[in-house]
């Protein structure tokens, strides 16, 4: 249990239509990521949040975008779903926006997501 | 990028140890070594981490080399339960917290 939680776990969808995956972070846990990992691949860095501001972008077209809250929970969001956004995404929780190559960081069990 | 290199695959028989080795040879003198694994669809679990020196914790050993190009994870006893995909990552920490997943490596572990 790493106190990582995210909703939903499986879901469906059609291409072109819009989907929001969800993260609460470990309690007291100010920076959270969200990853891709597509099947029988290391998962790939999305973005990361750090005190409600994003931080950090790995190679993510612009129709991928996020939010976090006050409480530091977050949202990932993905506009017009194409069929290879079908993938596990990831969110992970760690502490002080990446400023300490030390830290832990904690990972959810993730969203399937299917794009038909 | 920060690169690792591991064996795509390995074998363990249940009980015995299990040395997982790590290349990672564009590492800086601040980075940590971080092992994670996989359970079939599961998120990445943390094991453990390293600096310079030795580290142990209830799930494993972690053995670093001395110019620290490489690194060994050790499961002292495998189980049944050890069977998963196991990441190797360093990252400076600077800016985020982005972490350069390899394809790691599979391990079996026979009954």
């Known amino acids: 249990e790493t106190g990582v939680t995210q909703s939903p776990t499986h879901l469906i969808k059609t291409r072109g239509q819009q989907v929001t995956l969800r993260c609460s972070s470990q309690s007291g846990h100010n920076t959270v990521s969200w990853y891709q990992q597509a099947l029988g691949q290391g998962p790939q860095f999305i973005f990361q949040?750090?005190?409600?501001?994003?931080?950090g972008r790995g190679n993510f077209p612009p129709r991928f975008s996020g939010l976090q809250f006050p409480n530091y929970s977050s949202e990932l969001n993905v506009n017009a779903l194409e069929l290879d956004d079908s993938a596990l995404y990831l969110c992970?929780?760690?502490?002080?926006?990446?400023?300490?190559?030390?830290?832990?960081?904690?990972f959810g069990e993730g969203s399937w997501l299917t794009v038909v | 990028d920060a690169k690792t290199t591991q064996p795509n695959s390995m074998e363990s028989n249940e009980e015995e140890p299990v040395h997982l080795p790590c290349n990672h040879s564009t590492i800086s003198g601040t980075d940590y070594i971080h092992w994670y694994r996989q359970l079939p669809s599961q998120g990445p679990e943390y094991v453990i981490h390293g600096l310079t020196s030795n580290v142990n914790n209830r799930m494993a050993s972690l053995a670093i080399a001395e110019d620290r190009k490489s690194s060994t994870l050790i499961l002292h006893r495998a189980t049944l339960r050890d069977a998963a995909v196991y990441y190797c990552?360093?990252?400076?920490?600077?800016?985020?917290?982005?972490?350069?997943f390899g394809k790691g490596t599979k391990l079996s572990v026979i009954p």
């Open positions: 949040y750090y005190r409600e501001e994003e931080n």
């Open positions: 990552i360093h990252y400076s920490g600077a800016g985020s917290y982005q972490l350069t």
């Open positions: 992970a929780s760690s502490l002080g926006g990446g400023g300490v190559s030390g830290n832990t960081i904690y």
